[in-house]
């Protein structure tokens, strides 16, 4: 489903070691269909494996706010931008100079308002 695909990805942008540019495109994908990501199935991932493994988090959607809040302030944004931009048609580029702190920051707050 579209909740579980959410949710899985959440994962991957909670605890992937790396920036993967493609995750974040599929971020503001989500959001903007106002998909409500599967908080049960984010928690089984997150104990599974990841920096929460073995500690089954209480994944609230405040926890998820911050938690994601969290990553975004420690992304490097130019990394992210330049890593997706040659999945993206030339007409649909331009829109990357948004791609900045404040505007995922702002989707977080959308996502909690879900």
């Known amino acids: ?42 928690a089984n991932a997150l104990e599974q494996q990841g920096p929460w493994a073995g500690n089954r988090p209480d994944v ?14 420690q992304i490097d944004w130019t990394l992210a931008r330049d890593d997706v931009q040659r999945f993206l048609p030339l007409a649909e580029q331009p829109s990357l100079r948004n791609w900045e702190q404040e505007m995922f920051l702002y989707h977080v707050e959308v996502l909690r308002r879900f």
């Open 60 to 73: 609230t959607t405040a926890w998820l706010a911050e938690s994601l809040a969290s990553r975004i302030k």
């Open 1 to 42: 489903t579209l909740e579980s695909g959410f949710a899985l990805k959440i994962h991957a942008l909670l605890c992937r070691s790396y920036v993967k540019g493609r995750d974040w495109y599929d971020f503001l994908w989500y959001v903007a269909r106002k998909v409500v990501p599967d908080l049960n199935l984010l």
